[in-house]
């Protein structure tokens, strides 16, 4: 299918997106190119304004390309359905956001428990999978508790479980620790290590702190809707 690489699990092929503001033509992306590879763990960086949440929505398959190709495995995600890819997303891709997203109305067990209904899992092992992913990241004492109940540091916890309820390939985390102080942001930055570690998840992270994307094995940086520079930390 002229996918290229066949571990890369995500490719973007000379990506485009173009926003048009009245007359005015704008390139939140010019032509970026970018492969992930099962199991890798890598952090895209770059000035407010160089196209992070734009890549992140093509990353995530949460957007189409004016022009170029974006692959999530081999399937070409311009030739799927709004359903086909809806699917395909809820089952390869948990997403974890800077400001958590949880329904306040929920409990933590409810919020992880959710996406699980979408993918048509029953409510008992909706409930049995929930409680373990939350037991897994140390928050067996609070499955009955509500986001405000929760302080920061828990609620992303309970963000990072619910971007696991559907065991997907890969997490995608958009700013995970903007919201909360260095300390706590360093306790999530060690879970998503393991998951990379022990569970081989891939990780893709957009930052802006460079203390933060050291713990990814490779940087890239964008600028201006392209990436400019790549950087390995680690192997």
Known sequence: MGFGVK???I???NVWKTYEMGEVKVNALRGLNLEIKKGEFVAIMGPSGSGKSTAVNMVGSLDMPTRGKVYLEEH?????????LAQLRGRKIGFIFQQFNLIN??????NVALPMVFQGINKEERGKRATRILDKIGLADRLHHRPTELSGGQQQ???IAR???NEPDVILADEPTGNLDSVTGETVM?????LNKKESKTIVMVTHDANVAHHAHRIEFLKDGAIVKSKNNKI
């Open 105 to 110: 109305t929920l409990t933590a067990l409810e």
């Open 7 to 9: 571990e890369a699990i």
């Open 76 to 84: 070409d995600i311009s030739r799927l359905s709004e359903s086909e």
């Open 163 to 165: 971007a696991l309820a």
């Open 190 to 194: 060690g879970f998503l290590e393991e």
């Open 11 to 13: 490719k973007l092929d």
């Open 157 to 159: 916890r309970v963000a």
